[in-house]
C-alpha cells in the first residue's frame, strides 16, 4: 500500500482538516514531509528484497551476493560489454557441470562477453582406439576430397558432430604457450572478438559505373567479407557451431547451409518482392587476376568471402541489401545505439529519408532550416549522392543519423561549410565519401560524432584508397574540431584551430602520410589533445596539450624542410604525452610512461596491426604479435590506442583466472582469437 501526502491527510477526522484549513493548512504541510520520508522507506524496502536476487540488485551488491557462494575476484573491468551478473548467477551450474567443454565454453562467454567454443584437443589425436569405445568419426588420416571439412582445418571446429573429425599427430608443446594443441591434457578456448554491425535496407554498390549487373554490398563498392549473426543456443550443454558465432561466411559454408544464413545474416532485395533463398547460388565471383567471372545465366549469385553480387539481368535500380560486416567496436558510425551521442534539445523538425519524409534530400532540409537552427535527422541507411554547401552562421545545426541508422553521404565535390564564431556544427553517424568537409571562416564549434570521413575520399573495388595523398576535414580560422569515436583521413588545421580527439582514428593511409598537419601539409597545425586514438602518419603540431592512452604511428625517412621529426610539437615548455607509443625520433613536449622507453626495445614494441587499411573487418586492432607494452600499456594496464575502451588484455586475464577452477586435474588450456 502507498501512502502519499493526500491518502495521509485523508486519514485524519473531518474536524482536524476542518481546523487545519481555517489555519492555512500547516497540517497537511506536515504530512507532505512525512509522507515523502515514507516515500523513501518503500522504496528502500523495495530495493531490499530487489537485492535477494542476482537478476535485480544493486551493481555493488553483486560482489556480496558472489562471497556467499565463494566467488573471488569479480568485477566489469569498467566497461558495458562485460557484465559480471551472468558470471554470478551461472556460478552454481557452471560447478555441477565442472570440468565439461560446455561450461568452459559457458564461462568463456559470460567472462569475456565474446562468442567462444570449447575444444578438448584429445578428440582430435589420431591413435589406436580401445574397440569398446569406437569413435567412427576419429579416423586416421583426413580425407583430401572433403574441400568443406578441410575450410575447418586448424580452427575450432575441426570436432563437430555429426562430421568427420580433422585428426592430428601428438603436439608435446605447452598449449598455455599458444604454440601448442593437439595432446591429451589439452583443452582450447576459441574467441571471436570481432562483432557483427548490421547494415539494413542500403543501396548496393556497383562494381563500376553504368554495371547493371554485378554489385558489392558495401555502399562504398568495395570487396567486404560478410558475418553471421550469432544465433543464441538454448542449451547450456549446448556446443557452439558455426551459426552461433560472429564468424566470417564461407563460400561453401553458405552454399551448404544456406537456409541458416540467407535472410537472417543476409538479404537481398531486388524490387520484385521474391527473398526466397532457392534463387540465390553461391559461387566465387572472382577469377585468377582478381576481376570479376562467373556471371550467371539464372539465379542471382553472392560470394560472401568479397561481399559481390552478381544478376542474370540487368537491374533497373540498384537492389537494397541488409547484411553483417565485421568490427571491433562501436566506432565510426554504424546501426548501434548513439542517443547518447544526440545533442539535447526537441525532436528534429526536418526529416530525410525513412517512411514518407518532408525532405528528400540533405541539402533541401538544411536549406529549410531556421534562423535558430536546428536538427536534420536521416531515418534511414540509404545512400546520399549530393554536393553540400552549408553556411551555418551563428546558428547551432546537427546533421545526424537516426539511431541505428546508418547513410552514406557520396559528395559530388568538396562540402564548404562556413560560419562565425557563435555557430556550431554537429555532424553524428553519417558515411562521408567522395570529397573532403572544408570548414571555412571562424566557425565555433565542429563537431563529428560516430561518424567516417574514408580515408582517401573514397575506395577502389580492392579497398585501397583512392586519393591517398588528399585530406578528409580540412578546418581554417579559430574553429575547434571535436572528433569522438569518428574515423578521419588526414586532417589540415589552420595554427589558430584546436582539435580535441576521443577515441576515433585519424589514417593518412600510410605512415609516412600526413595525418595531422597545417593546410600546406608542411607546418605545424593548432594545438591538439587526443585521449584512446590511433593516428596512423605524421604529425605536426604547434602544441600538444595532452596525448593520452594513444598510437602515434608514424615514421619519416630523413627529415625534410618542415619535417624534422615524424611527430613534431612547435612548443614543447606546454602539454604532456602519457602512456602513448610515440616514436623515439620524435620532437614533443615531455613524456610520461611513454614507449619505446630506450632506443634497445624500439623495434620490438612497435605496434603491430591486424590490417590498416580501412574497411578490413580487423582494421586497426592490435595484432596478437604485438608487444605487451602496448597491448596493456594504457594508464588501467588496457590497450593503447582507439580499441582501449574495450579492455580486452582485462577481460582475458579475467577468463584465464578463472579456466583453472573449472578444468579437470591435469587439464591445461589455451586461449586463441579467431578474430
Known amino acids: 500500500m502507498k501512502f502519499d501526502a493526500e491518502r495521509l491527510y485523508s486519514l485524519l477526522p473531518a474536524i482536524y482538516r476542518i481546523r487545519d484549513a481555517e489555519q492555512g493548512l500547516p497540517l497537511q504541510a506536515l504530512l507532505g514531509v512525512i509522507a515523502d520520508q515514507i516515500g523513501v522507506l518503500e522504496s528502500e524496502l523495495d530495493r531490499l528484497l530487489d537485492d535477494q536476487f542476482v537478476e535485480t540488485c544493486a551493481p555493488w551488491v553483486l560482489a556480496y551476493i558472489a562471497d556467499l557462494i565463494g566467488l573471488r575476484g569479480v568485477h566489469g573491468v569498467g566497461q558495458v560489454h562485460v557484465n559480471p551478473r551472468a558470471e554470478v548467477a551461472n556460478t552454481i551450474r557452471y560447478r555441477r557441470r565442472k570440468g565439461t567443454a560446455a561450461v568452459l565454453e559457458q564461462l568463456a562467454r559470460d567472462v569475456t562477453g565474446w562468442p567462444a567454443r570449447a575444444v578438448e584437443f584429445f578428440q582430435l589425436l589420431a591413435t589406436t582406439q580401445y574397440m569398446n569405445h569406437r569413435r567412427p568419426a576419429n579416423r586416421s588420416f583426413v580425407s583430401v576430397r572433403d574441400a568443406y571439412r578441410l575450410e575447418s582445418l586448424g580452427g575450432p571446429f575441426e570436432h563437430l558432430a555429426g562430421a568427420t573429425d580433422l585428426t592430428h599427430t601428438a603436439d608435446v608443446r605447452r598449449i598455455a604457450s599458444g604454440r601448442g594443441r593437439y595432446n591429451v591434457p589439452n583443452v582450447g578456448v576459441f574467441l571471436w572478438r570481432l562483432r557483427p554491425f548490421s547494415l539494413t535496407g542500403s543501396p548496393a554498390g556497383p562494381a563500376a559505373p553504368q554495371d547493371k549487373r554485378r554489385f558489392l554490398f558495401s555502399p562504398l563498392g568495395n570487396n567486404t567479407p560478410l558475418f553471421n549473426l550469432p544465433l543464441t543456443e538454448d542449451e547450456f550443454t549446448h556446443l557452439a557451431e558455426p551459426v552461433n558465432v560472429a564468424g566470417r561466411?564461407?563460400?561453401?559454408?553458405?552454399?551448404?547451409?544456406?537456409?541458416?544464413?540467407?535472410?537472417r545474416s543476409l538479404l537481398i532485395d531486388d524490387g520484385t518482392g521474391d527473398r526466397a533463398g532457392d534463387k540465390i547460388a553461391v559461387c566465387d565471383l572472382r577469377d585468377d587476376k582478381g576481376t570479376w567471372a562467373h556471371l550467371p545465366s539464372s539465379r542471382i549469385t553472392i560470394d560472401p568471402v568479397l561481399g559481390r553480387i552478381a544478376f542474370p539481368t540487368d537491374q533497373p535500380h540498384p537492389p537494397l541489401v541488409t547484411f553483417h560486416y565485421g568490427f571491433?567496436?562501436?566506432?565510426?558510425?554504424?546501426?548501434y545505439p548513439r542517443t547518447a551521442s544526440f545533442t539535447p534539445g526537441a525532436r528534429p523538425a526536418l526529416r530525410v529519408g525513412g517512411l514518407a519524409p518532408p525532405f528528400h534530400s540533405i541539402q533541401a532540409a538544411l536549406d529549410a532550416l531556421g534562423p535558430q537552427g536546428g536538427i536534420v535527422e536521416i531515418g534511414d541507411s540509404g545512400r546520399y549522392e549530393e554536393t553540400l554547401t552549408l553556411d551555418v552562421g551563428a546558428r547551432a545545426i546537427e546533421l545526424r543519423a537516426a539511431d541505428r541508422a546508418r547513410p552514406t553521404v557520396v559528395l559530388g565535390a568538396t562540402w564548404a561549410i562556413s560560419g562565425t564564431a557563435a555557430g556550431a556544427l554537429t555532424i553524428n553517424g553519417l558515411l562521408i565519401a567522395g570529397g573532403q568537409l572544408h570548414v571555412s571562416g571562424d566557425l565555433g564549434t565542429f563537431r563529428l560524432r560516430h561518424s567516417t570521413l574514408v580515408p582517401g575520399l573514397s575506395l577502389l573495388g580492392d579497398g585501397s584508397p583512392a586519393q591517398p595523398a588528399l585530406p578528409s576535414l580540412v578546418a581554417d580560422g579559430t574553429t575547434l574540431v571535436e572528433v569522438d569515436h569518428a574515423i578521419v583521413g588526414g586532417i589540415r588545421l589552420d595554427a589558430n584551430a584546436r582539435a580535441q580527439l576521443t577515441t576515433s582514428i585519424v589514417d593518412a593511409t600510410t605512415e609516412t602520410g600526413v595525418a595531422y598537419a597545417a593546410s600546406d601539409g608542411g607546418d605545424a597545425a593548432g594545438?591538439?589533445?587526443?585521449?584512446?586514438c590511433t593516428l596512423i602518419g605524421r604529425v605536426s603540431a604547434d602544441v600538444i596539450e595532452l596525448a593520452s592512452n594513444s598510437i602515434f604511428l608514424a615514421s619519416l625517412a630523413k627529415p625534410v624542410g618542415l619535417w624534422q621529426a615524424p611527430l613534431q610539437a612547435r612548443r614543447r615548455q606546454e602539454g604532456c604525452l602519457r602512456f602513448c607509443y610515440v616514436p623515439l625520433e620524435a620532437t614533443v613536449s615531455r613524456r610520461y610512461r611513454c614507449q619505446p622507453a630506450a632506443a634497445a626495445g624500439a623495434a620490438r614494441v612497435r605496434p603491430i596491426l591486424s590490417s590498416s587499411r580501412y574497411g578490413a573487418p580487423d582494421y586497426c586492432q592490435l595484432s596478437g604479435r604485438c608487444a605487451i607494452e602496448i597491448r596493456q600499456g594504457a594508464d588501467d594496464e588496457s590497450e593503447?590506442?582507439?580499441?582501449h575502451d574495450l579492455y580486452q588484455p582485462q577481460r582475458e586475464a579475467h577468463l584465464r583466472?578463472?579456466?583453472?577452477?573449472y578444468l579437470r586435474f591435469g587439464l591445461e588450456a589455451g586461449v586463441f582469437h579467431v578474430t
Open 527 to 532: 594545438s591538439l589533445k587526443a585521449t584512446n
Open 657 to 661: 583466472a578463472r579456466l583453472d577452477e
Open 249 to 263: 561466411i564461407s563460400r561453401r559454408d553458405l552454399a551448404m547451409k544456406i537456409a541458416d544464413y540467407y535472410g
Open 328 to 335: 571491433s567496436a562501436e566506432v565510426g558510425g554504424g546501426e
Open 640 to 643: 593503447m590506442g582507439v580499441f
